[in-house]
C-alpha cells in the first residue's frame, strides 16, 4: 500500500534558525496536504498543494510539492517558539478517495 | 461554531470491557474517519466512511468495530480491548473526501490494563 515517509522525526533549533522537513510517498499524489499538531493538541490543517511544483507561502512558512507529486517539503525561515509541534505530510489514497496516509512527523523543538 | 467533538476525553479501562468511544460534528460533512498515534507512528487510520452507512477499513482496523448511522456520529466500538489498543485517538471528519481538509476532534487518550 501507499507509504510516506517523512524526515527528520526530530529537529531542534535555536530561535531564528531555519527549519525544514521532508515528506517522500512510495506513489504519485493526487495532493498533499501539511497539519501540524501542537503539543497535547490535535492535528490542525495547514495547507494543501494539488498541482506538480507548487510553492505555496504563508508568512514565514514555505510548501513545496515535486515536479513528480511523489515528495513535499515544508521550511520555516527564522523559528519562532510559537512553532514548536509536530508537523505532518498526508496524502489522499490515489485510486481510493477514504484512505488517508499520514507521515511520521517531524517535531521540532525551538530553544529561545 | 463548527467543531469535532469526541467523549470521554481520557479513559482507563481493563482487558476484555467493552467500550465505545463517540464522535460527533456539525458541519454537515459527508466524510468521517479514525485514527491513533502513537509515539514514532504518526497517525494511522483504522476507519473511515464516505457516507451514512458506508464504511471501510483503513490501515489498521484490527480490534475495532465503527458505525454510521446518522450523518453527524461516527462511534469507534473495542469490543475486547486489549493493552496494544492504548493510544490516542482521533476523529476527524472533511466535506466530501481525504482530498478534502480534515477536521480533527480533540482526542481522545485510552488506556488498556
Known amino acids: 500500500g501507499q507509504q510516506v515517509m517523512q524526515i527528520p522525526q526530530y529537529q531542534h533549533v535555536q530561535e531564528g534558525e531555519d527549519f525544514t522537513t521532508y515528506c517522500n510517498s512510495s506513489?504519485?499524489?493526487?495532493?498533499i496536504q501539511w497539519y501540524k499538531q501542537r503539543p497535547g493538541g490535535h492535528p490542525v490543517f495547514l495547507i494543501q498543494?494539488?498541482?506538480?511544483?507548487e510553492v505555496k507561502k504563508q508568512k514565514r512558512l514555505t510548501f513545496q510539492f515535486g515536479e513528480a507529486k511523489k515528495n513535499s517539503s515544508l521550511h520555516i525561515t527564522a523559528t519562532q517558539t510559537t512553532d514548536v509541534g509536530t508537523y505532518f505530510c498526508?496524502?489522499?489514497?490515489?485510486?481510493?478517495?477514504?484512505?488517508?496516509?499520514f507521515g511520521d512527523g517531524t517535531t521540532l523543538t525551538v530553544k529561545p | 461554531e463548527a467543531q469535532v467533538t469526541q467523549n470521554p476525553r481520557y479513559l482507563i479501562t481493563v482487558t476484555g470491557k467493552k467500550l465505545t468511544v463517540t464522535c460527533s460534528q456539525n458541519?454537515?460533512?459527508?466524510?468521517m474517519s479514525w485514527y491513533r498515534q502513537d509515539p514514532g507512528l504518526g497517525l494511522r487510520q483504522i476507519y473511515y466512511?464516505?457516507?451514512?452507512?458506508?464504511?471501510d477499513k483503513g490501515d489498521v482496523p484490527e480490534g475495532y468495530k465503527v458505525s454510521r448511522k446518522e450523518k453527524r456520529n461516527f462511534p469507534l466500538i473495542l469490543e475486547s480491548p486489549s493493552p496494544n489498543q492504548t493510544s490516542l485517538y482521533f476523529c476527524?471528519?472533511?466535506?466530501?473526501?481525504?482530498?478534502?481538509?480534515?477536521?480533527f476532534g480533540p482526542g481522545t487518550r485510552l488506556l488498556v490494563l
Open positions: 506513489t504519485t499524489l493526487s495532493n
Open positions: 498526508a496524502g489522499p489514497g490515489r485510486t481510493n478517495a477514504g484512505k488517508s496516509t
Open positions: 466512511s464516505m457516507n451514512v452507512e458506508v464504511t
Open positions: 458541519m454537515n460533512h459527508e466524510y
Open positions: 476527524a471528519s472533511s466535506l466530501f473526501d481525504s482530498q478534502e481538509t480534515q477536521y
Open positions: 498543494l494539488v498541482k506538480s511544483g
